[in-house]
């Protein structure tokens, strides 16, 4: 971990955005690092609206409907992990940083993304904790945020997603990260008076804590096409 607080750029979307949307965003950010590797990192917060991700090995066994004609849209991506629900209700933080700044192990990172979640709900009395073997992190039994991630020459797509106020019914149509004992569950059923407008904050201070982060505002030449 640095010593020192590093630069980073804060992408903030108050609606519901597409996940072709936000998929382009980290891959121009991404190729933003990997032409000029000391530039700042970034982190993209948001909320999806509804859809379905596969990592790039996922099974089509864990989908409960035709891949050809999915409820909703559906899209393989690059991270890893199999198939997962995003709706409005979820936060998504995608970092994309440079890891070799962070250690330069992705088990470290995954373990770090984790904590972060935990860190979050500890700042309002609720015990979290990580299962042995596993990628996420669960609550009395019940997994509230999924991580799946990529990386390319060290630097970070993908993310976390904690579910706070959503509709879960979208994930009966999946088997959620392939965990067919492992129910999934929501932060306001624990806290019904909290929502993803609350939880923007403490999240993004529980991250650019564990990651040793300044988060900014994007400059005048920092922008995102289309963002």
């Known amino acids: 971990m640095n010593t020192t607080n590093l630069d980073a750029i804060l992408f903030e979307a108050t609606c519901p955005v597409s996940f072709e949307r936000a998929w382009a965003a980290q891959r121009q950010l991404q190729r933003r690092l990997l032409d000029h590797l000391e530039g700042p990192d970034a982190v993209l917060l948001l909320e999806h609206e509804p859809c379905y991700t596969m990592g790039r090995g996922a099974s089509e066994a864990f989908l409960r409907f035709d891949s050809s004609s999915p409820p909703l849209p559906l899209h393989r991506i690059d991270r890893g992990g199999e198939v997962t629900h995003h709706a409005p209700g979820q936060l998504v933080l995608y970092p994309v940083l440079n890891l070799q700044r962070h250690g330069a192990d992705l088990h ?10 935990i860190d979050v709900l500890a700042g309002f009395d609720l015990q979290a904790e990580r299962i042995d073997g596993l990628t996420g992190v669960w609550l009395e039994g019940r997994k509230l945020a999924a991580i799946g991630v990529g990386a390319r020459r060290w630097i970070s797509q993908h993310g976390l997603a904690l579910n706070v106020d ?14 067919g004992d492992r129910p999934v569950g929501r932060l306001v059923d624990w806290r019904p008076q909290l929502n993803t407008q609350q939880l923007r904050q403490p999240l993004l201070a ?18 995102l096409q289309g963002w």
């Open 166 to 179: 959503c509709d879960l019914a979208g994930f009966a149509a999946v088997v959620p990260c392939g965990l």
């Open 206 to 223: 529980a991250f650019a804590t564990r990651f040793g982060l300044d988060l900014r505002a994007p400059g005048c030449h920092e922008g």
């Open 108 to 117: 470290l990172y995954l373990r770090q993304l984790e904590q972060v979640v």
